[in-house]
């Protein structure tokens, strides 16, 4: 059974930094694309960062400059370097892992439980 989870939330202040990491089991890691959802209080979950199985990155507007993703098939895991953080980054942030058509559809197969990340002003 496929699995993400990710971990490395928490409370952050404006500018700071946090780190994300998801882990996914029971996948052939390398072959799936890998997305970061987010999700506020009264909003929908939306992309925030993806990446394919080939490496290619694409990114959120809101995020641009300020959020990398990246993967290390080696540990099955992916992550989401976040700087300069902003109250509204404030969400749930999910892992998605998806066939690799996921990448260009947005359209993930395989979610996480989520990790909380709160930026105070």
């Known amino acids: 059974q496929v699995q993400p989870v990710e971990s490395g939330g928490g409370l952050v202040q404006a500018g700071g930094s946090l780190r994300l990491s998801c882990a996914a089991s029971g996948l052939t890691f390398s072959n799936y694309a890998m997305g970061w959802f987010r999700q506020a209080p009264g909003k929908e979950r939306e992309l925030v960062a993806a990446?394919?199985?080939?490496?290619?990155?694409k990114y959120a507007d809101s995020v641009k400059g300020r959020f990398t993703i990246s993967r290390e098939n080696a540990k099955n895991t992916v992550y989401l370097q976040m700087n300069s953080l902003k109250p509204e980054d404030t969400a749930v942030y999910y892992c998605?892992?998806?066939?690799?058509?996921?990448?260009?559809?947005?359209?993930?197969?395989?979610w996480g439980q989520g990790t909380q990340v709160t930026v105070s002003s």
């Open positions: 990446i394919s199985s080939g490496g290619s990155t």
């Open positions: 998605g892992a998806g066939f690799w058509q996921s990448y260009n559809n947005n359209q993930y197969h395989y």
